[in-house]
């Protein structure tokens, strides 16, 4: 039997502008969960010129509101580094961060959503409960905690632009079969070329079918694309749609998922 609709948000990078965020969360009463790295560095691609992460003042009042998580100390994508260099990246941005809270941070999240099994087995050693990914267009909470997959970006691409991403996507990974388990998402997807109309759509979708509705996003990035109203439109339907009980934060999604997996019949 399916479980109840779940609603669900996560906040990557730490950007100061994630206060804006958490104030729209609070407007609708919805919950979320923000990522926070030590700084973004120079040189990625999103942020050539990186910049510094929220102050300490401002992450303890987000804290005390919201889930914070990790985001490896410098955000530098984990599959790229020498092993030790990645442990590094993962445990010290994870004591950075319980260093800023002053308490334990259980949640991760993987920069440029870039991982394999080792950096799996890297985050969980260092003492996390998760790891959320960037995969995308899934509605159904993982069975590995460490692979939380998300539903929607919070980006107003064009139909067609999400159909090349997914496409090129599946001809990336040959001989993976995991995409199917995407498609019912993907098709509810592009029906919509309208960005809150799509989300609409997902919402909907997860209401009938007891699913989850994962949106993610930067909120330098909502900044840059001047999506702030579109933000704010998303998040109220889902404040209409779902009750207050559907709001989850990354952390709570992970024990529904866990309490569910105990409750299946053995195969």
């Not at 779940?6 to 923000?34: C, N, Q, Y």
């Not at 260099?85 to 993962?90: C, H, N, V």
């Not at 009750?243 to 299946?264: C, F, T």
Request: glycine residues 8%; hydrophobic residues 40%.
């Amino acid at each position: 039997m399916a479980h109840a609709a779940l609603f669900t948000t996560s906040w990557d990078d730490g950007h100061p502008l994630d206060m804006r965020v958490a104030e729209l969360l609070h407007k609708h009463g919805i919950r979320g969960t923000f990522y926070v790295p030590g700084r973004v560095a120079p040189g990625g691609c999103c942020n050539p010129e990186g910049f510094e992460v929220l102050a300490t003042p401002e992450l303890r009042r987000l804290g005390a509101a919201f889930e914070l998580g990790a985001h490896t100390l410098d955000h530098k994508s984990l599959t790229t580094l020498p092993a030790a260099e990645a442990r590094r990246q993962i445990e010290a941005g994870k004591h950075w961060l319980e260093d800023q809270l002053g308490r334990r941070v259980a949640g991760f999240c993987y920069p440029n959503g870039h991982h394999n099994a080792a950096v799996r087995e890297m985050v969980r050693a260092a003492g996390f409960s998760y790891g959320r990914t960037t995969e995308d267009l899934r509605d159904r909470m993982s069975a590995d905690p460490f692979q939380m997959p998300v539903t929607v970006h919070c980006h107003p691409r064009r139909r067609v632009d999400l159909a090349r991403m997914f496409l090129g996507e599946r001809r990336r990974r040959l001989g993976d079969w995991s995409w199917l388990g995407r498609l019912p998402v993907f098709l509810s997807a592009v029906a919509e070329d309208d960005f809150e109309a799509r989300c609409r759509r997902l919402i909907d979708r997860a209401c009938a079918n007891g699913g989850v509705f994962h949106i993610w996003g930067h909120s330098w990035e909502i900044d840059r694309l001047d999506a702030w109203p579109l933000l704010d439109n998303v998040l109220r339907y889902a404040s209409q749609q779902l009750p207050r009980s559907a709001h989850v934060d990354n952390e709570a999604l992970v024990r529904v998922g866990m309490a569910e997996s105990r409750l299946q019949p053995a195969l």
